[in-house]
């Protein structure tokens, strides 16, 4: 339905906007007028949605369609593509598909498809793809994110859910009203908390900020970054070196129990396992006691400053905050263990403003205050198949077919991959040493892509689908973790030949004789209406009312007033642990885990410890500095690297990379240079930023450039050529961006 009577709405994981429309072209989005806030990443589509990286019509690459499945996987990313009708793409994809399933199974599909693409609810792409896969037999799949995966296995151990906290972490309002003393590992940083996953209506996280701050909040940012926490507050900085998070928070844990500042009572009602823990961290196990002086000579602070701020800590009402990025490190899932740890130690978890929480500002719902409805989505049916991989862990599937990987006390093998489908996401953005999953990405027979735009993704594929953005389809944006409903209307007419992903799997599932098990003779329409339909159904049941469908199209958008109190990350479990346990074996906070420590893994045993990274400044040599690869201010992860936005903050062509002064002046480097920075792995070209809100000995670089390879160099700045590809530990196989040393020269 196309509205006569309102102005266009989109939405997006940045935002919603109002929607220009002139002939056919989108002219410009206006920010939506609730959001007091908002992100200026959305106005970047307008000039690239029909500019010269637009791809228009289904694509082949040149080998492969003249030699067929296999042919010069090499030359991806280098070679011409031939353009096709859509018939003769649905039939060269169906008949791959058919080949790969009738010659090696099912399983020899890997669909990870890990991405962000679209913030509406029925036109999510993964969704899409894997709702079709199933109706032909299923696929291999991955699990975990790169975001948080060493999270994502540990804490469950821990906490008995991961996912469930982050939807219910203690609200800004409550941290405002309770809480006196803020400590950010990681930081609060802004410009990650523009976004939330399915669609944002209104930014909280400067609001929650400054409410927090002006209701008398101290906060200190733990950080090799000033910048992680906004200027305005007036944040207390200590800048440790990266990657020793877990051996900080050890100090500040012997300090509490060495000083008797921990709270026995909490410890004895609420968790198992302290006395193993404290064993350690009193150095039975090892000989060497975690002491404040002991965490002083890794992290590089003072050790003074350790126990004063373990003795704040222990005077104030606290609240932990434990940034995402803590994860991407090698041995990720101390950090997270270790602050639990610490949080139970000062016994404020469960009290209004305190306690802790993963990751404020790591997305723009952390901390929103919103009730927790269960929405309705596009159903994806049941994968046959059971092969997974840990998300991360793309390059060694491609590398290793019929070897084996650890993963959460079992051990998997990794399947003949013959078919790699991506749709709505980027490998060549997520993913770490991408000069080494380059080569691997040349091993499958097909690679197929549904992609709007030449990025890496498109360049290394063989079959490109043109798929629409979302100005050219009608959705929904109805997320769980935001407030804010709001109806995605059709602003203009596809680009092109470009189709929606279900108007692509609609055909090849023609192709195929699974139509009709695809579409259950719904239409696109009709799917939106059945999913709106139910939801409305669902939250009755907690009260919430829905509008009716037309009156939702009519109106545009919808907001679900906020629940009547604050939230409260676990208040429940705090006021009776018997009535409300948690989801561990012993229903308690499992500072030592006995199932962890059954799986006998050296590198994550049964609590919290600290253990060297692979790469860090404890070992690095004379020339070398520790690479930070944050998330980009000016796009969501590579999405819009194109457009305008992006490429206002690099004149030069190239990513922005920060260095202190100090390192700087000792490369003979000045502001505005382009220079090399490189490794064993690869080589990244970069423009110098020099500024002394960054720790010496650190370097800082955003994320998202499109990969663009000159051997083994990305020209436009991808920090991911430099990354190490290696799992967190055998538990959790997730990504360690963040522990990687490089070296930076002139170009």
């Given at each position: 339905?196309?509205?006569?009577?309102?102005?266009?709405?989109?939405?997006?994981?940045?935002?919603?906007?109002?929607?220009?429309?002139?002939?056919?072209?989108?002219?410009?989005?206006?920010?939506?007028?609730?959001?007091?806030?908002?992100?200026?990443?959305?106005?970047?589509?307008?000039?690239?949605?029909?500019?010269?990286?637009?791809?228009?019509?289904?694509?082949?690459?040149?080998?492969?369609?003249?030699?067929?499945?296999?042919?010069?996987?090499?030359?991806?990313?280098?070679?011409?593509?031939?353009?096709?009708?859509?018939?003769?793409?649905?039939?060269?994809?169906?008949?791959?598909?058919?080949?790969?399933?009738?010659?090696?199974?099912?399983?020899?599909?890997?669909?990870?498809?890990?991405?962000?693409?679209?913030?509406?609810?029925?036109?999510?792409?993964?969704?899409?793809?894997?709702?079709?896969?199933?109706?032909?037999?299923?696929?291999?799949?991955?699990?975990?994110?790169?975001?948080?995966?060493?999270?994502?296995?540990?804490?469950?151990?821990?906490?008995?859910?991961?996912?469930?906290?982050?939807?219910?972490?203690?609200?800004?309002?409550?941290?405002?009203?309770?809480?006196?003393?803020?400590?950010?590992?990681?930081?609060?940083?802004?410009?990650?908390?523009?976004?939330?996953?399915?669609?944002?209506?209104?930014?909280?996280?400067?609001?929650?900020?400054?409410?927090?701050?002006d209701a008398g909040v101290r906060f200190v940012n733990i950080s090799p970054l000033r910048s992680d926490l906004m200027a305005a507050v007036g944040a207390e900085w200590l800048a440790p070196r990266p990657s020793t998070d877990a051996a900080l928070m050890l100090g500040l844990a012997h300090t509490l129990l060495s000083e008797g500042l921990h709270d026995?009572?909490?410890?004895?009602?609420?968790?198992?396992?302290?006395?193993?823990?404290?064993?350690?961290?009193?150095?039975?196990?090892?000989?060497?006691?975690?002491?404040?002086?002991?965490?002083?000579?890794?992290?590089?602070?003072?050790?003074?400053?350790?126990?004063?701020?373990?003795?704040?800590?222990?005077?104030?009402?606290?609240?932990?905050?434990?940034?995402?990025?803590?994860?991407?490190?090698?041995?990720?899932?101390?950090?997270?263990?270790?602050?639990?740890?610490?949080?139970?130690?000062?016994?404020?978890?469960?009290?209004?403003?305190?306690?802790?929480?993963?990751?404020?500002?790591?997305?723009?719902?952390?901390?929103?205050?919103?009730?927790?409805?269960?929405?309705?989505?596009?159903?994806?049916?049941?994968?046959?198949?059971?092969?997974?991989?840990?998300?991360?862990?793309?390059?060694?599937?491609?590398?290793?077919?019929?070897?084996?990987?650890?993963?959460?006390?079992?051990?998997?093998?990794?399947?003949?991959?013959?078919?790699?489908?991506?749709?709505?996401?980027?490998?060549?953005?997520?993913?770490?040493?991408?000069?080494?999953?380059?080569?691997?990405?040349?091993?499958?027979?097909?690679?197929?892509?549904?992609?709007?735009?030449?990025?890496?993704?498109?360049?290394?594929?063989?079959?490109?689908?043109?798929?629409?953005?979302?100005?050219?389809?009608?959705?929904?944006?109805?997320?769980?973790?935001?407030?804010?409903?709001?109806?995605?209307?059709?602003?203009?007419?596809?680009?092109?030949?470009?189709?929606?992903?279900?108007?692509?799997?609609?055909?090849?599932?023609?192709?195929?004789?699974?139509?009709?098990?695809?579409?259950?003779?719904?239409?696109?329409?009709?799917?939106?209406?059945?999913?709106?339909?139910?939801?409305?159904?669902?939250?009755?049941?907690?009260?919430?009312?829905?509008?009716?469908?037309?009156?939702?199209?009519?109106?545009?958008?919808?907001?679900?007033?906020?629940?009547?109190?604050?939230?409260?990350?676990?208040?429940?479990?705090?006021?009776?642990?018997?009535?409300?346990?948690?989801?561990?074996?012993?229903?308690?906070?499992?500072?030592?885990?006995?199932?962890?420590?059954?799986?006998?893994?050296?590198?994550?045993?049964?609590?919290?410890?600290?253990?060297?990274?692979?790469?860090?400044?404890?070992?690095?040599?004379?020339?070398?500095?520790?690479?930070?690869?944050?998330?980009?201010?000016?796009?969501?992860?590579?999405?819009?690297?194109?457009?305008?936005?992006?490429?206002?903050?690099?004149?030069?062509?190239?990513?922005?990379?920060?260095?202190?002064?100090?390192?700087?002046?000792?490369?003979?480097?000045?502001?505005?240079?382009?220079?090399?920075?490189?490794?064993?792995?690869?080589?990244?070209?970069?423009?110098?930023?020099?500024?002394?809100?960054?720790?010496?000995?650190?370097?800082?670089?955003?994320?998202?450039?499109?990969?663009?390879?000159?051997?083994?160099?990305?020209?436009?700045?991808?920090?991911?050529?430099?990354?190490?590809?290696?799992?967190?530990?055998?538990?959790?196989?997730?990504?360690?961006?963040?522990?990687?040393?490089?070296?930076?020269?002139?170009?």
């Open positions: 339905m196309k509205p006569t009577d309102r102005d266009l709405l989109t939405s997006s994981h940045w935002g919603t906007y109002r929607v220009d429309v002139e002939d056919n072209r989108v002219t410009a989005l206006r920010d939506f007028e609730e959001d007091t806030d908002p992100s200026p990443i959305g106005h970047g589509i307008v000039d690239v949605l029909e500019g010269p990286t637009r791809i228009r019509t289904p694509m082949v690459r040149k080998s492969w369609l003249e030699g067929g499945p296999g042919t010069a996987g090499e030359k991806r990313g280098e070679e011409d593509f031939i353009a096709v009708t859509w018939e003769q793409a649905n039939r060269l994809v169906a008949n791959e598909l058919n080949r790969v399933r009738d010659n090696y199974g099912n399983q020899a599909i890997y669909a990870g498809s890990y991405g962000w693409a679209s913030a509406g609810r029925f036109h999510h792409a993964q969704s899409q793809l894997k709702r079709f896969l199933n109706c032909i037999g299923g696929f291999t799949s991955s699990k975990n994110t790169y975001s948080f995966a060493a999270a994502e296995v540990v804490v469950p151990h821990v906490l008995g859910t991961f996912r469930g906290f982050l939807d219910t972490a203690t609200s800004w309002e409550s941290i405002a009203s309770d809480c006196t003393l803020f400590v950010a590992f990681g930081g609060v940083p802004l410009k990650n908390g523009q976004i939330s996953q399915g669609g944002t209506g209104a930014h909280v996280q400067r609001a929650g900020i400054s409410a927090a701050q026995q009572a909490f410890l004895g009602r609420y968790t198992v396992g302290f006395e193993r823990f404290t064993s350690y961290l009193n150095g039975a196990e090892d000989g060497i006691p975690k002491t404040a002086d002991w965490a002083a000579d890794i992290c590089a602070l003072h050790a003074d400053t350790i126990r004063d701020l373990a003795r704040r800590m222990a005077k104030n009402r606290t609240m932990i905050s434990v940034g995402w990025a803590l994860t991407r490190q090698d041995h990720g899932e101390q950090p997270f263990w270790a602050a639990i740890t610490l949080a139970a130690m000062l016994g404020q978890i469960g009290l209004p403003g305190t306690g802790i929480g993963f990751g404020y500002s790591a997305m723009n719902n952390v901390g929103l205050n919103r009730r927790q409805l269960d929405y309705a989505s596009f159903p994806q049916g049941d994968n046959p198949v059971q092969d997974f991989i840990p998300v991360a862990r793309v390059t060694s599937l491609l590398e290793n077919s019929g070897g084996r990987f650890d993963y959460d006390g079992k051990s998997y093998a990794y399947p003949d991959t013959r078919l790699v489908w991506w749709a709505g996401g980027n490998p060549f953005h997520h993913h770490q040493d991408l000069n080494r999953m380059r080569r691997a990405w040349a091993k499958p027979d097909t690679i197929i892509a549904n992609e709007w735009c030449w990025n890496a993704l498109a360049k290394h594929s063989d079959i490109v689908l043109p798929c629409t953005t979302p100005l050219e389809r009608s959705d929904i944006a109805m997320s769980p973790k935001d407030p804010y409903l709001v109806a995605m209307d059709q602003a203009i007419r596809p680009v092109g030949q470009a189709r929606d992903d279900h108007q692509i799997f609609c055909g090849i599932a023609a192709e195929m004789g699974v139509h009709d098990a695809f579409t259950e003779g719904r239409s696109a329409e009709e799917w939106q209406r059945w999913i709106w339909d139910v939801s409305r159904q669902r939250v009755s049941q907690h009260g919430v009312g829905l509008p009716d469908w037309d009156s939702f199209q009519k109106d545009g958008w919808f907001k679900v007033t906020p629940p009547d109190k604050p939230t409260i990350m676990m208040e429940e479990f705090r006021a009776d642990p018997d009535v409300n346990p948690l989801g561990t074996p012993s229903g308690r906070i499992e500072i030592f885990s006995e199932t962890i420590a059954n799986f006998g893994y050296d590198d994550c045993p049964g609590h919290a410890v600290w253990l060297d990274p692979l790469e860090w400044l404890g070992c690095a040599g004379p020339d070398q500095l520790h690479m930070i690869s944050n998330q980009p201010r000016n796009k969501l992860h590579s999405q819009l690297d194109h457009g305008p936005v992006s490429r206002a903050d690099r004149p030069q062509g190239v990513e922005l990379v920060t260095m202190h002064p100090e390192d700087a002046a000792a490369r003979d480097l000045s502001v505005g240079q382009i220079v090399r920075i490189h490794n064993e792995r690869g080589a990244c070209l970069a423009e110098i930023n020099i500024s002394d809100d960054i720790r010496p000995g650190v370097i800082q670089i955003s994320t998202g450039a499109w990969y663009d390879p000159d051997g083994n160099t990305c020209r436009r700045g991808n920090p991911n050529t430099l990354t190490p590809d290696k799992g967190t530990s055998a538990l959790a196989q997730g990504p360690i961006a963040h522990s990687c040393l490089v070296k930076v020269s002139s170009a």
